[in-house]
């Protein structure tokens, strides 16, 4: 998996966060290939290629999610600088933070 940021994603999913959640993050990866994230009542499932209909899709390069996921940068920053592009529900993009919250 692409640099372990999924597999610490993973680690992160806070379930209590995801309670009542169906959606699908669609992440494409400059660098890396696409993956996409089924988070449904609290749990998650990560899988490797395209989702048929993902409720938000988020292009962007391993690196800008690290930083996202980190703090070190925050996803509107990445978003208005055109580090990150979604498409879809792009609401969804902003609970990424509460979904896998650094510890």
């Known amino acids: ?7 610490k ?3 992160r999913f806070d379930p209590q966060a995801a309670q009542g959640m169906d959606d699908v993050f669609q992440f494409n990866f400059s660098d ?4 996409y994230l089924v988070v449904k009542d609290g749990s998650l499932d990560i899988q490797e290629g ?3 209909d993902p409720s938000v899709t988020l292009k962007l390069s391993s690196d800008t999610l ?18 990150l592009k979604a498409t879809g529900n792009i609401m969804l993009a902003t609970r990424l933070n509460s979904l896998f919250p650094s510890r």
């Open 32 to 35: 890396k290939g696409n993956y």
């Open 50 to 52: 395209e989702h048929e």
């Open 66 to 83: 690290k930083g996202v996921m980190s703090g070190e940068i925050s996803g509107m920053s990445a978003f208005m600088s055109g580090q």
């Open 1 to 7: 998996m692409t640099d372990n940021v999924l597999e």
């Open 9 to 11: 994603l993973q680690t």
